[in-house]
C-alpha cells in the first residue's frame, strides 16, 4: 500500500440501483478515510466493439454524454445531502468503461463498484475483457449484500503473498471502522496445492489444525502490535474456503481477499472462489493486489 498522499476513493456509476447503493458507501469509506471522492462515469464502447477503428457516431455521444453529465449531478447531490461536508468531485469519459476504469485506479486508493451488473457487467465473469479486480492498480470493492454495521471485517489468510496485502488492507479498515477482525484460515482433503505449499509447510508430525493455527499466529503477529485497538479472532476451518468466506460474509462489514492465492485460494478473482464471492457475498468483498502486481 502507498503511504504517501490521500489518493481518493473512486466510485463507478452507470445509473444502475447497485451502482447508487456503491457510491453510498465508497461515500462512507472516503469519509472515514478523510479522503475526497471521486464519481466517475464511462459511457462509450469498447474498441473492440467498433474493431479498434470505428467509433460511435458523434451525435449517439452527444446524446450519451448529456446522460452521463445528469447522472453525475445527480449522483453528487445525493451524497453531499447523504455525507454533510463530503468532498465530492465527478468525471465521465466517453471510452469504455473497462479500460479507461483501469487507468483511473493508477490515482485511486480505493476503486468502488456495485455488483456486475449493467455497463459493468461481465468484469468479473472470465470474459476476454479485462479483469478489473485482477488488473487494477489498487484494491477493488465491489458492494453487494447488506453491509452489517456492528459485524467484523474478515480476512481469508493462506500464507501467499496476496494474502498478506490483504490482511494489511483488513487491519487498517477494521481499525478506521472501530470493528472486530477475523482472520480465516480453512483447507480441504484435497487441496494438497495449500497444504504444502511453501506459503504452509507443515511441521513434521504436526497436525493440519495446528499447521493453521501456527500459520495465523505468525501472519498475524505484527500486525496485532501495529494495530493494538482491533480485536482479532482466528478461525482454522476444515472446509472448502470459498464456503467459509461465504459463510462467514453473513453479517460481516467487509470481506477482503487476496486476488489470487494460494492452495485453497488458487484462482481468486478468476477462479470459482471469487465467482461464488463476487456474485453471492452477503457483504462488500474487498478484492486486493500486490504492489508488484501492480507495476505488472
Same mark, same amino acid.
Given at each position: 500500500m502507498s503511504t504517501t498522499g490521500n489518493p481518493p476513493v473512486v466510485v463507478a456509476v452507470d445509473g444502475s440501483e447497485t451502482a447508487a447503493a456503491a457510491a453510498l458507501w465508497a461515500a462512507g469509506e472516503a469519509a472515514r478515510r478523510h479522503a475526497a471522492l471521486?464519481?466517475?462515469?464511462?459511457?462509450?464502447?469498447?474498441?473492440a466493439a467498433f474493431g479498434g477503428k470505428m467509433y460511435p457516431p458523434?451525435?449517439?455521444? &452527444?446524446?450519451?454524454? &448529456?446522460?452521463?453529465?445528469?447522472? +453525475?449531478?445527480?449522483t453528487r447531490a445525493t451524497l453531499e445531502a447523504a455525507v454533510p461536508g463530503a468532498a465530492v468531485s465527478?468525471?465521465?469519459s466517453d471510452r469504455? @468503461?473497462?479500460?479507461?476504469?483501469?487507468?483511473?485506479?493508477?490515482?485511486?486508493?480505493? !476503486?468502488?463498484?456495485?455488483?456486475?451488473?449493467?455497463?459493468?457487467?461481465?468484469?468479473?465473469?472470465?470474459? @476476454?475483457? $479485462? %479483469? !478489473?479486480a485482477a488488473k487494477a492498480h489498487c484494491p477493488v470493492v465491489v458492494v453487494r449484500g447488506n453491509e452489517s454495521v456492528d459485524g467484523p471485517v474478515v480476512v481469508?489468510? %493462506?500464507?501467499?503473498?496476496?494474502?498478506? /496485502?490483504?490482511?494489511?488492507?483488513?487491519?487498517?479498515? &477494521?481499525?478506521?471502522?472501530?470493528a472486530p477482525l477475523v482472520a480465516l484460515y480453512a483447507w480441504?482433503?484435497?487441496?494438497?496445492?495449500? +497444504?504444502?505449499?511453501?506459503?504452509? $509447510?507443515?511441521?513434521?508430525?504436526? /497436525?493440519v489444525q495446528d499447521s493453521g493455527r501456527r500459520l495465523l499466529?505468525?501472519?498475524? /503477529?505484527?500486525?496485532?502490535?501495529?494495530?493494538?485497538?482491533?480485536? $482479532?479472532?482466528?478461525?482454522?476451518?476444515? %472446509?472448502?474456503?470459498? &464456503?467459509? !468466506?461465504?459463510?462467514?460474509?453473513?453479517?460481516?462489514?467487509?470481506?477482503? $481477499?487476496?486476488?489470487r492465492g494460494r492452495g485453497g485460494f488458487t484462482g481468486l478473482v478468476l477462479g470459482s472462489t471469487s465467482q461464488a464471492l463476487l456474485h453471492h457475498a452477503s457483504?462488500?468483498?474487498?478484492?486486493?493486489?500486490?504492489?508488484?502486481?501492480n507495476r505488472t
Amino acid at each position: 500500500m502507498s503511504t504517501t498522499g490521500n489518493p481518493p476513493v473512486v466510485v463507478a456509476v452507470d445509473g444502475s440501483e447497485t451502482a447508487a447503493a456503491a457510491a453510498l458507501w465508497a461515500a462512507g469509506e472516503a469519509a472515514r478515510r478523510h479522503a475526497a471522492l471521486l464519481v466517475f462515469t464511462a459511457y462509450g464502447y469498447e474498441d473492440a466493439a467498433f474493431g479498434g477503428k470505428m467509433y460511435p457516431p458523434s451525435d449517439w455521444l &452527444a446524446v450519451k454524454g &448529456a446522460e452521463a453529465g445528469e447522472l +453525475l449531478r445527480t449522483t453528487r447531490a445525493t451524497l453531499e445531502a447523504a455525507v454533510p461536508g463530503a468532498a465530492v468531485s465527478t468525471e465521465a469519459s466517453d471510452r469504455g @468503461p473497462i479500460p479507461v476504469l483501469l487507468e483511473v485506479s493508477a490515482r485511486a486508493r480505493v !476503486l468502488v463498484t456495485g455488483e456486475p451488473v449493467g455497463a459493468i457487467a461481465g468484469l468479473f465473469s472470465g470474459s @476476454p475483457d $479485462v %479483469d !478489473l479486480a485482477a488488473k487494477a492498480h489498487c484494491p477493488v470493492v465491489v458492494v453487494r449484500g447488506n453491509e452489517s454495521v456492528d459485524g467484523p471485517v474478515v480476512v481469508g489468510v %493462506d500464507g501467499s503473498p496476496l494474502s498478506e /496485502a490483504a490482511i494489511a488492507w483488513a487491519f487498517e479498515e &477494521a481499525s478506521l471502522r472501530g470493528a472486530p477482525l477475523v482472520a480465516l484460515y480453512a483447507w480441504h482433503d484435497g487441496d494438497t496445492a495449500g +497444504l504444502f505449499s511453501d506459503g504452509n $509447510v507443515a511441521f513434521q508430525g504436526e /497436525a493440519v489444525q495446528d499447521s493453521g493455527r501456527r500459520l495465523l499466529a505468525e501472519r498475524l /503477529a505484527g500486525w496485532q502490535e501495529k494495530y493494538p485497538d482491533v480485536q $482479532v479472532e482466528r478461525r482454522v476451518e476444515h %472446509d472448502r474456503p470459498r &464456503a467459509r !468466506l461465504l459463510s462467514a460474509s453473513r453479517g460481516a462489514q467487509l470481506v477482503v $481477499v487476496g486476488s489470487r492465492g494460494r492452495g485453497g485460494f488458487t484462482g481468486l478473482v478468476l477462479g470459482s472462489t471469487s465467482q461464488a464471492l463476487l456474485h453471492h457475498a452477503s457483504c462488500p468483498v474487498m478484492v486486493v493486489r500486490t504492489e508488484k502486481e501492480n507495476r505488472t
